[in-house]
C-alpha cells in the first residue's frame, strides 16, 4: 500500500508547526510528509520590524529549518511554488512539480496596496527578511547620504511609516529608538529627523483599547514621532509622498517610505480557483477548503470568522499556530480512516503590542490590560514560548529573549 503523500506549502508559523506535529504524530510508514519553502530557513515574522529598524538582527530572527525539522522524516524541498491545481492534486514549482493525497496551504501574505499611485514602485514593505534588511540599509544608506550632499536633502532624513495598525505601531516604536544612534554615527542633529505615521482611520492601533492606545501615542510622541491621524496616502514618488486630509493635501519630503497599512493571502491561493476574497479562503469548521477535502488553509491565506459578532479573525500568529495543530491533528484522523474531525476554536490568549525597548501595551488573560515595562516582558514571554512549541529547550535557548530590561 503507498503512503499518502502530505505536502505543506509554506515554512510559516503554521507551516513550521504543521510539520514539527505530524513528524512526531504520525510514524515513518505511515506518510511521506515534505515541506516546500523558498528558503532553508524559518524567520519569525512578528520580529521584522525590528530588523527593518535595525535594532534586532536578521539572524535573531532565521531559524534553520533543520534545526527544528527532523529531514531524515520530512523532504525539505527549497523552491518557490508557482501554482495549485487542485483537480490534478498537483503543485506546481519554479524547478519541477510535486503531487500530494493532503495539502496544506500556509503561503503568507503579500502587501495591499489599494491602488495607491507609486506605492509598488517607490515604498518598501516589512514581508521578510530580505525585505527587512533593504530598509535598514536603504535608511542608513540615506542617512550616510545627508552630509555629502551640497545642499539640503530633508528627503534624505524623513521616515514615512505608512499605517498605525499593529506592525506600522511597533516598526515606529523601533525607530524612535533608532534614529537617536543614526544621529550621532552618522554626525546628524536628532531634530532634522522626522518620523511620520501616517494613518487614514481616526485612531492608531484599532481593535485595541482607548486607555492602552493613548499611552502608545504618548509615548511614541514623547520619542518624536509625529502621527497624522484621519489622513489618506495618496501618492509616492521617488523623493515625496502626497497625503489628504479633510480634502486638503499635503506634500512632504521623504525617500524613506515604509508601507505597513494592509495584508491580503497569496495571489496564488486566488489563482487557483479557490472561492477566496483578497486571497484569503473562508475555510471550514475543519479548516478544508470549501469542495476540497483534501486541502486545508492556515494563516494569512484562511479566513475564520468569529462566529459571535460575525467578523473574520484577524490572522496573527497566534492564530495561526493553533490552526497548524488542529490541522495536523485532522490529517493523522484521516490517514487513520477516521473521519470525525476537530473543529477549530481560537483560544484566544491575548495580544502585545510592542513600543520599542522595554514598552509595550497587551491585553492578556480576558482583558488584563498592560503597560510599559510588564507589557515587554510579557511580549517576550510570548516569543518564547513560541520558540520552546517550535523547538523545545534547545532551540529556546539559541534564540530566545533573555534579557527582560532590553532587547
Known amino acids: 500500500m503507498n503512503r499518502p503523500k502530505i505536502v505543506i506549502l509554506g515554512a510559516g508559523y503554521g ?10 504524530m504520525l510514524g515513518a510508514n505511515e506518510a511521506d510528509i515534505t515541506l516546500v519553502n523558498k528558503h532553508n530557513y524559518h524567520y519569525q515574522t512578528t520580529w521584522l520590524h525590528e530588523n527593518a529598524a535595525g535594532t534586532l538582527h536578521q539572524d535573531r530572527t532565521r531559524i534553520k529549518i533543520s534545526d527544528v525539522v527532523d529531514l531524515n522524516r520530512v523532504n525539505l524541498v527549497q523552491d518557490t511554488v508557482v501554482s495549485i491545481h487542485q483537480d490534478e492534486k498537483k503543485v506546481k514549482l519554479e524547478n519541477g512539480e510535486l503531487t500530494y493525497d493532503y495539502l496544506i496551504v500556509g503561503l503568507g501574505f503579500e502587501a495591499a496596496t489599494f491602488g495607491i499611485q507609486g506605492l509598488l514602485e517607490h515604498a518598501f514593505t516589512i514581508s521578510n527578511i530580505n525585505s527587512s534588511r533593504l530598509i535598514r540599509e536603504h535608511i542608513e544608506y540615506n542617512f550616510a547620504r545627508y552630509n ?26 523601533e525607530l524612535a529608538n533608532r534614529v537617536p544612534e543614526l544621529c550621532e554615527e552618522y554626525d546628524i542633529p536628532r531634530e532634522k529627523v522626522r518620523i511620520l505615521n501616517v494613518e487614514a482611520a481616526p485612531t492608531a492601533l484599532p481593535g485595541f483599547d482607548e486607555e492602552l492606545v493613548e499611552y502608545a501615542m ?58 477566496s476574497a483578497r486571497g484569503r479562503v473562508k475555510v471550514g469548521d475543519d479548516l478544508r477548503a470549501p469542495g476540497y477535502d483534501d486541502v486545508f488553509i492556515i494563516g494569512d491565506c484562511a479566513l475564520v470568522m468569529d462566529k459571535e459578532n460575525d467578523r473574520p479573525y484577524p490572522p496573527t500568529a497566534q492564530i495561526a499556530i493553533q490552526e497548524a495543530e488542529t490541522t495536523a491533528h485532522n490529517i493523522k484522523t484521516l490517514i487513520n480512516g477516521g473521519d470525525h474531525l476537530e473543529k477549530f476554536v481560537p483560544d484566544l490568549k491575548g495580544t502585545v503590542a510592542s513600543l520599542g525597548e522595554g514598552q509595550a501595551i497587551g491585553v492578556v488573560f480576558g482583558g488584563k490590560k498592560l503597560f510599559g515595562w510588564t507589557a515587554s516582558v510579557m511580549k517576550k514571554v510570548i516569543d518564547n514560548r513560541y520558540l520552546l512549541k517550535l523547538g523545545g529547550v534547545g532551540l529556546l535557548l539559541k534564540k530566545g529573549k533573555f534579557n527582560i530590561f532590553t532587547k
Open 218 to 275: 504618548n509615548l511614541l510622541e514623547g520619542k518624536g514621532v509625529e502621527f497624522k491621524l484621519g489622513t489618506m496616502l495618496k501618492e509616492v514618488t521617488n523623493n515625496s509622498i502626497i497625503v489628504e486630509k479633510d480634502e486638503q493635501r499635503e506634500e512632504i519630503p521623504s525617500s524613506n517610505v515604509i508601507w505597513a497599512a494592509g495584508v491580503r493571502g497569496n495571489s496564488i491561493v486566488e489563482e487557483a480557483g479557490f472561492e
Open 15 to 24: 507551516g513550521m508547526i504543521s510539520t514539527v506535529k505530524l513528524q512526531k
Open 148 to 173: 555629502n550632499e551640497k545642499e539640503e536633502r530633508p528627503e534624505l532624513l524623513n521616515i514615512v511609516v505608512g499605517g498605525a495598525g499593529f506592525t506600522g505601531i511597533e516598526f515606529v516604536g
